[in-house]
């Protein structure tokens, strides 16, 4: 009988998460002898519900999406100019090792950061991080949790 509940639950959440990604496709579908809606949004909305990006007629696919995630911080400084720029060197410096990474340089008050990577999961992120640490060059190096970009 439990099983049969567990079945029933799974169907629902399934069938309503479906029912949830196409709701904007649905809206501005023509159908004879009924009105039209046009709905005008940023297409990101489009991509909080999981779905495909409709722009007119034409279909464009979804690139990229931000979801949680981890990265690896490789500087941490002060708010000054001089912190700034460090932040920006040790951005470039990664770039010469790990050419393929992303580097993200940013000011969270009261400190400028360098952060590397896009990971979903803390076991990429602690490979990247031996990888640094194992250059000599980063050596404050550690995981933090954060937005990451993810490619589809």
């Given at each position: 009988?439990?099983?049969?509940?567990?079945?029933?639950?799974?169907?629902?959440?399934?069938?309503a998460?479906?029912?949830a990604?196409d709701?904007?496709?649905?809206?501005e579908?023509r159908?004879?002898?009924?009105?039209?809606?046009?709905?005008?949004?940023?297409?990101?909305i489009?991509?909080?519900?999981?779905?495909q990006?409709?722009?007119?007629?034409?279909?464009?696919?979804?690139k990229?999406?931000?979801?949680?995630?981890?990265?690896?911080?490789?500087?941490?400084?002060?708010?000054?100019?001089?912190?700034?720029?460090?932040?920006?060197?040790?951005?470039s410096?990664?770039k010469?090792?790990?050419?393929?990474?992303?580097?993200?340089?940013?000011?969270?008050?009261?400190?400028?950061?360098?952060?590397?990577?896009?990971?979903?999961?803390?076991?990429?992120?602690?490979?990247m991080?031996?990888q640094?640490?194992?250059t000599?060059?980063?050596?404050e190096?550690?995981?933090?949790?954060?937005?990451?970009?993810i490619?589809?």
């Open positions: 009988m439990r099983k049969v509940y567990l079945l029933l639950l799974l169907f629902v959440g399934v069938s998460s479906l029912s990604q709701i904007v496709y649905s809206l579908k159908v004879p002898g009924q009105g039209v809606v046009t709905i005008q949004q940023d297409p990101a489009a991509n909080l519900i999981g779905r990006t409709f722009v007119g007629e034409s279909t464009t696919e979804r990229e999406i931000q979801t949680n995630g981890y990265r690896v911080q490789v500087y941490a400084g002060p708010n000054s100019r001089v912190a700034r720029t460090e932040a920006e060197q040790v951005g410096k990664v010469v090792y790990f050419p393929e990474l992303p580097v993200y340089t940013s000011f969270a008050t009261p400190r400028w950061l360098t952060r590397v990577g896009d990971f979903r999961s803390i076991e990429e992120a602690d490979a991080m031996r640094l640490r194992a000599g060059v980063f050596k190096v550690i995981i933090v949790k954060d937005k990451v970009n490619r589809l």
